[in-house]
């Protein structure tokens, strides 16, 4: 417990320089002296010396964990683009071997009623239909394994399921390198997602990482800022993951592309011996039953005394979230596909370009604009903003019908990040120290739901209607972003009807 207190960044939210207690002192002392630094708990200056080093070691360690997320999310991406173009590679040769599919615009504006463009939507819906398979395969398991890896976190620690999550990564990365370089049957591809989904996948690692904040920071603005900027990495991890996919492709193949992905894949593994344990009781053992750890998620969101006058914002927070997540995993499994067809017709490079921007552009622009808007502006207030750029460009996405329209709507959706952080400092905001993990975990189920089902949906409504309408699964994201907003307006009503309440008791 003292290890934990003497990281905290407490400090952060209030007006004081250094208000830290005598026996807080004196812990971070006890660190400090570690290194072979003897401070003094009386002296003044040797405990702004401390708190310093305390932060800075703090800082560190954020640092680490970004880096080890950065690591994970691009060899995430990386085998994703790699994956769904080699699918669409892999059903196009073996459908029709003897069929040339034009890759360049000028050639690709063919004749709708031509045998050509009619083998090419084959492929696309063939490869919708497969991805369907893929995210089935990760998703169900993932959602039972979150269930009770939460709660597990809360009692032994969190580095062991991080470990967990690397190593599923790590698994189907080495595999699906091989399946690529020996030309393996493409359905075996559906056991590799498989195994990453029994280990929790990227989602289950970001909430251990979202916990770890919650460890070590107060409830309050610095607790949402530092989730938001930890949710950094993974735009920097898709953006560096995009540019890089197309040219590994073009240049070298897809079996190199996913020789780097793997060695990517090893890096957090590698680093993970550095990341220190932040949760309160890790070696408190405790013989509770998969089930009843499950049971632990359901009673907590349900029926915890914990959540007592906070549970509709909690539902709507959570709602919230779910619409969300809902669209942007909704978009993952289908915007390479819209790439490659007519009108666009794109190469590996120009799909590993828009990926990048895509994903990339609106997680940086989001994160750096939300300290400047939090100190002007109501979360609540940000959140819809987020969600009604999110919806604008996904309204243009669905009716670009070239380049320039569809690389214009990252720059439309410029926000579309910002409600996550905001949904997640909210909820960690209403939860005990104790049950950070559980409540992630929530999160985290919440998202592998989404990743299942949006991702089945948005896939079938692509594969049912990409000869009639191609843009149409996109105008569904921008329904799901609308029903979003509206949870957003509810949000806002609610938490300033709290906010009133307190000043009321306050006098």
């Not at 893929?134 to 998703?139: C, D, P, S, T």
């Not at 959570?318 to 909704?330: D, K, P, R």
């Amino acid at each position: 417990m003292a290890r934990r207190q003497s990281y905290s960044l407490q400090t952060l939210d209030s007006k004081e320089p250094l208000p830290l207690e005598t026996s807080d002192v004196r812990k971070v002392s006890t660190e400090a002296s570690s290194i072979g630094k003897q401070e003094s708990p009386n002296n003044a200056e040797n405990q702004t010396v401390t708190v310093i080093r305390s932060r800075r070691k703090l800082m560190g360690r954020f640092g680490l964990l970004g880096f080890i997320m950065v690591s994970l999310i691009y060899s995430f991406m990386l085998t994703q683009l790699v994956t769904a173009q080699y699918i669409y590679a892999y059903l196009r040769k073996s459908k029709f071997p003897n069929v040339s599919f034009h890759t360049n615009e000028a050639e690709c504006q063919i004749n709708t009623t031509s045998q050509l463009y009619r083998d090419q939507q084959t492929v696309q819906k063939l490869a919708a239909q497969l991805n369907i398979y893929l995210v089935l395969a990760k998703g169900i398991p993932a959602i039972c394994c979150i269930f009770f890896y939460g709660s597990l976190s809360d009692r032994y620690g969190r580095k062991p399921i991080l470990l967990i999550t690397f190593m599923g990564n790590m698994i189907k990365c080495v595999l699906t390198t091989l399946g690529t370089y020996f030309d393996w049957n493409i359905y075996t591809f559906i056991l590799f997602t498989f195994i990453d989904g029994c280990g929790g996948g990227w989602v289950l690692a970001m909430s251990i990482v979202m916990s770890i904040v919650a460890d070590v920071t107060e409830p309050g603005k610095t607790r949402t800022f530092v989730i938001a900027m930890t949710e950094l990495s993974l735009g920097f991890g898709l953006i560096i993951g995009g540019f890089t996919s197309g040219f590994i492709i073009k240049a070298e193949g897809f079996t190199i592309a996913m020789v780097v992905s793997s060695c990517s894949s090893v890096l957090p593994i590698l680093l993970w011996f550095f990341v220190q344990e932040t949760s309160h009781n890790p070696k408190e053992k405790q013989t509770k039953s998969a089930a009843q750890l499950a049971v632990d998620v359901y009673v907590f969101h349900f029926k915890d005394s914990a959540l007592n006058g906070k549970r509709k914002v909690f539902l709507v927070c959570t709602l919230m979230y779910f619409f969300v997540i809902q669209s942007a995993v909704g978009s993952h499994e289908i915007e390479t596909l819209y790439g490659l067809n007519s009108p666009f017709c794109w190469s590996s490079v120009q799909v590993g370009n828009y990926m990048a921007v895509r994903n990339g552009l609106p997680f940086v622009t989001g994160m750096l604009l939300f300290g400047p808007l939090q100190r002007c502006l109501d979360e609540s207030i940000i959140a819809i903003l987020a969600n009604l750029s999110n919806l604008a460009g996904f309204v243009l996405e669905a009716f670009s019908y070239n380049t320039v329209m569809l690389f214009f709507v990252p720059v439309l959706s410029f926000a579309r990040t910002m409600a996550v952080p905001v949904v997640r400092g909210v909820m960690s905001r209403l939860t005990p120290p104790e049950k950070q993990g559980t409540m992630f975990a929530g999160t985290a189920i919440v998202e592998t739901f989404c990743s299942l089902f949006g991702g089945v949906a948005s896939s079938a409504i692509y594969g049912q209607t990409v000869d009639v309408f191609r843009g149409a699964a996109f105008l569904v994201l921008a329904a799901y972003l609308f029903a979003a907003t509206v949870m957003a307006v509810v949000l806002y009503g609610l938490l300033r009807r709290k906010n009133a309440d307190k000043q009321v008791r306050g006098k």
